[in-house]
């Protein structure tokens, strides 16, 4: 997951990931670019993780989209993963360098912190993510960055920026115009009433027409 021209999909799953979606999943794949796809789910075992995800991680292979785990460096280093996501309370980012080698993405929340980008990007981080720039319900939040943070960031650093937090097509063009390299997007993809790939198709008319 590297900075590319433009501003790019990067999919966050839902908590509940099993059942009929690795279908949505595929649909939402097929329905245009996406960078990423971030595999999150809490409160299940490891074991259990891996047969949710491998399929997962097929799909994501198959249509040549990053898969990233959220908060487990063990998960990602078992399953392969292209990446891994930190938050500030889930590891060190030195040791996860360590566990996972050069070749593996580093991603670090970092909320409203002009401060904690700085340390990340310095530390080896491979991306930054910034939010909650809008309200949402997929986590609990405290930080309401402005989107002059991601403009201040694409100035200041080469390593790409993340968007996150209650992103919808509706809301998302001051973000991409700000610089955010990335846009992480869950419920608004998941939840849409004509399904993810209509979400999928409106978030690139957007971002394809920058």
């Not at 889930?90 to 970092?110: E, H, P, Y």
């Not at 991601?150 to 200041?156: A, E, K």
């Not at 991409?176 to 409106?202: C, E, I, Q, T, Y």
């Amino acid at each position: 997951m590297t900075e590319t021209y433009g501003c790019q999909l990067y999919l966050i799953s839902p908590l509940e990931t099993s059942g009929d979606f690795p279908d949505q999943l595929r649909s939402a794949l097929e329905a245009g670019p996406v960078a990423a796809f971030q595999f999150r789910v809490k409160d299940i075992d490891r074991d259990e993780a891996v047969r949710l995800a491998e399929p997962l991680k097929d799909i994501c292979d198959a249509h040549d989209v990053a898969f990233v785990v959220n908060d487990d460096v063990a998960l990602a280093k078992r399953l392969g993963a292209d990446g891994v996501h930190l938050g500030q309370g889930d590891g060190d980012l030195k040791d996860a360098r360590a566990q996972l080698g050069d070749q593996v993405q580093i991603g670090i929340t970092c909320h409203d912190s002009r401060h904690l980008a700085m340390e990340a990007g310095e530390g080896g981080a491979n991306y930054v993510a910034f939010g909650a720039f809008f309200p949402t319900q997929t986590k609990e939040t405290h930080h309401r960055p402005e989107a002059d943070l991601l403009q201040w960031w694409s100035t200041m650093m080469e390593i790409p920026c993340v968007a996150i937090g209650g992103i919808s097509p509706d809301n998302c063009k001051a973000l991409v115009d700000a610089g955010a390299d990335f846009l992480a997007v869950s419920g608004s993809v998941w939840n849409d009433p004509k399904g993810p790939a209509h979400a999928v198709k409106r978030f690139n008319e957007i971002l394809l027409a920058d």
